[in-house]
């Protein structure tokens, strides 16, 4: 890309990601046991000293202080300072992935060649780019209270959903492209056919051509992406649960990774967190086997693997948006397909349920 100019923001991009790491370190520590985030401040787990500001930064104080409390000089994890270096890289990925390759498609150089000529990025830019770093680190807290406990904390999913709705109806699809940009489109065919859907934040409204009286960039149609988004995210994971419990006759997925899912909806819209859905059974199976592996256990979290398909759903957006078109935008189509993973799944739990195929450690005394 021939924006030399933007590459000055990415170290303050990475400090931005590594000082939102260190709150994550703080939220994953502190939600699961039920503490609170502002009361007390951050404390040596071992002399319960108060840690001083300038030991409290991000990435810096770790290496400053070699690992230990610069009071007592008990050793403390690394894991604080992986979180923070990790966010920061989290960070600067979403700005490159945006702004220096467009990855998502949604044409920042051709809206604002100007101010991204001379290194600005604009402010419907960083609307973007703020509306997705909330989506990911609240994506990235609850992976890694998962990892760690197993379960993935409300207080977190539900923040994030609620960020996710608050901020839909400000950024309503096309946004950040203007409404007028959208092409009208007369017919189904054309718009299969040859139709460029443009990429919000959300990369499609929740349904196109945008029905009713609804209009483009309007904050009813916003609100409305967000909350349906929130709803099938909700309930992909439930159904799965709900059909995969009544023929196994034991529990499938966590309740936790529902509420991942719903949060992640209210940001990306019903159709990200869909794809993501099916997407998150690469890195889960990875997971799952790194996990048999080297650990020997099957209960394994699938809270990241939720996030990363989601993640991987809305940066390749290009690529499977026009594959899944034909399907997404024809409700019987969508019905059917639908109706019959049920099916498939069922007969699946009850095959499994006879033939005594794998089975996992929440239940294996409860499943007969
Ligand atoms: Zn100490």
């Not at 170290?11 to 000082?19: H, M, T, Y």
């Not at 069922?346 to 095959?351: D, L, R, V």
Request: charged share 10%; hydrophobic share 50%; aromatic share 14%.
């Amino acid at each position: 890309m021939d924006f030399p100019w933007l590459w000055i923001w990415l170290l303050p991009v990475f400090i931005l990601g590594s000082a939102v790491g260190s709150f994550i370190n703080v939220v994953v520590t502190r939600i699961p046991t039920e503490r609170s985030l502002l009361w007390p401040s951050s404390h040596c787990l071992s002399c319960f000293r108060p840690i001083r500001w300038f030991h409290n930064l991000p990435i810096i104080g770790y290496l400053w202080l070699r690992g230990k409390c610069g009071n007592c000089h008990t050793p403390y994890s690394s894991r604080y300072m992986w979180v923070e270096v990790c966010t920061g890289f989290l960070f600067v990925g979403l700005f490159v992935a945006e702004f220096l390759a467009d990855v998502r498609g949604v044409g920042w150089s051709k809206l604002f060649l100007y101010e991204m000529k001379f290194g600005l990025i604009p402010l419907r830019g960083w609307a973007v780019f703020i509306c997705l770093a909330i989506c990911f680190s609240h994506l990235l807290a609850a992976s890694l209270c998962d990892i760690q406990s197993l379960e993935i904390p409300l207080p977190i999913t539900i923040t994030g959903t609620l960020f996710g709705l608050a901020l839909a109806p400000f950024t309503a699809w096309p946004f950040p492209s203007a409404p007028l940009s959208v092409p009208q489109i007369a017919t189904w065919e054309d718009l299969l056919r040859k139709s460029q859907i443009p990429v919000g934040i959300m990369p499609w409204p929740f349904w196109f051509p945008v029905p009713w009286e609804l209009e483009a960039g309007s904050w009813q149609l916003g609100l409305i992406d967000g909350i349906l988004g929130m709803i099938v995210g909700a309930l992909l994971c439930r159904v799965v649960r709900w059909v995969y419990s009544f023929s196994r006759g034991m529990e499938g997925m966590g309740v936790g990774d529902s509420d991942l899912m719903m949060m992640a909806g209210a940001f990306l819209g019903w159709q990200v967190v869909l794809v993501g859905f099916f997407l998150s059974v690469v890195p889960g199976i990875l997971v799952g086997t790194g996990q048999i592996l080297f650990k020997g256990t099957q209960s394994l979290p699938f809270g990241p693997s939720l996030a990363l398909g989601c993640v991987i759903s809305l940066y390749s957006w290009p690529w499977i948006g026009p594959m899944v078109k034909p399907l997404f935008f024809e409700p019987v189509l969508m019905g059917i397909l639908g109706i019959s993973s049920i099916l498939i799944l069922g007969a699946s739990g009850i095959a499994f349920r006879f033939l005594g195929g794998p089975s996992n450690d929440i239940s294996s005394g409860v499943a007969s």
